[in-house]
């Protein structure tokens, strides 16, 4: 199952709007508080399809039923990009439990671009509900990395993933080696191409680098 939210005219486009803007980009504190305002955006939408339960609240003048979220939620971001669409997701799941994965691109010259996973820190994940969130999907494999590495630490009931902006070869990768999962695709925009270093054309850039800075690629 894959969700476009970009698709339906709302607010939501507008933070998408200026998550892409060149002259916006420029200043990163805004950069990072509109990936945060998309992933509280998401986790709204996504909250709508979890399992609820019914129960009795004490008000100061009586009781009252509310239909509350039944199933543990667990919040899984690739570091260092998917931090603040993370806080955002954090914003809303206030309770959930968290989990980081560090996995980078690495660039060999001559050679293709790969997925290098380091390491995982999260909770156990049986019979949870994960919400895996990275801004960009690209390619699909560092999501798919971050998938695997989930694995190891339980067995989810099922897995949201969430992109900010994902590329027609991202979003159908996902599909092809996910499709048969427990797995739900949360996209705000899909874009046509790729370029030959892997970025989403026309995409927003480097997300890790527009809100933390430029690095040192790994080598």
Same mark, same amino acid.
């Given at each position: 199952?894959?969700?476009?939210?970009?698709?339906?005219?709302?607010?939501?486009?507008?933070?998408?709007?200026?998550? *892409?803007?060149?002259?916006?980009?420029? #200043?990163? &504190?805004?950069?990072? *508080?509109?990936?945060?305002?998309?992933?509280?955006?998401?986790?709204?939408?996504?909250? !709508?399809?979890?399992?609820?339960?019914?129960?009795? %609240?004490?008000?100061?003048?009586?009781?009252?039923? +509310?239909? =509350?979220?039944?199933?543990? +939620? +667990?919040?899984?971001?690739?570091?260092?990009?998917?931090?603040?669409?993370?806080?955002?997701?954090?914003?809303?799941?206030? *309770?959930?439990?968290?989990?980081?994965?560090?996995?980078?691109?690495?660039?060999?010259?001559?050679?293709? =671009?790969? /997925?290098?996973?380091?390491? /995982?820190?999260?909770?156990?994940? #049986?019979?949870?509900?994960?919400?895996?969130? #990275?801004? =960009?999907?690209?390619?699909?494999?560092?999501?798919?990395?971050?998938? !695997?590495?989930? &694995?190891? @630490?339980?067995?989810?009931?099922?897995?949201? /993933?969430?992109?900010?902006?994902?590329? @027609?070869?991202? +979003?159908?990768?996902?599909? @092809?080696?996910?499709?048969?999962? $427990?797995?739900?695709?949360?996209?705000?925009? %899909?874009?046509?191409?790729? $370029?030959?270093?892997?970025? /989403?054309?026309?995409?927003?850039?480097?997300?890790? #680098?527009?809100?933390?800075?430029?690095? =040192?690629?790994?080598?």
């Amino acid at each position: 199952m894959v969700h476009i939210i970009g698709e339906n005219n709302s607010l939501f486009n507008n933070y998408i709007a200026e998550i *892409r803007d060149v002259e916006i980009q420029k #200043d990163p &504190l805004r950069f990072r *508080r509109n990936l945060e305002r998309v992933g509280e955006i998401m986790a709204y939408e996504i909250s !709508k399809h979890l399992d609820y339960s019914e129960v009795d %609240v004490q008000t100061p003048l009586g009781n009252t039923p +509310v239909s =509350i979220i039944d199933k543990n +939620v +667990v919040l899984a971001t690739i570091l260092r990009a998917g931090l603040p669409l993370h806080q955002g997701l954090l914003n809303a799941f206030d *309770r959930a439990e968290n989990c980081f994965i560090s996995a980078y691109r690495k660039h060999n010259e001559g050679e293709d =671009i790969c /997925i290098e996973f380091e390491y /995982i820190a999260s909770p156990s994940l #049986d019979d949870k509900i994960v919400i895996l969130s #990275d801004p =960009i999907l690209a390619t699909g494999s560092s999501m798919e990395v971050g998938y !695997k590495a989930l &694995l190891e @630490k339980g067995t989810p009931k099922h897995v949201h /993933i969430v992109s900010v902006v994902g590329s @027609k070869e991202g +979003v159908e990768y996902i599909k @092809k080696h996910l499709g048969e999962e $427990n797995v739900t695709l949360w996209v705000g925009a %899909v874009d046509p191409e790729l $370029n030959s270093q892997s970025y /989403i054309v026309p995409g927003l850039g480097d997300a890790g #680098d527009l809100a933390f800075g430029p690095k =040192i690629d790994s080598k």
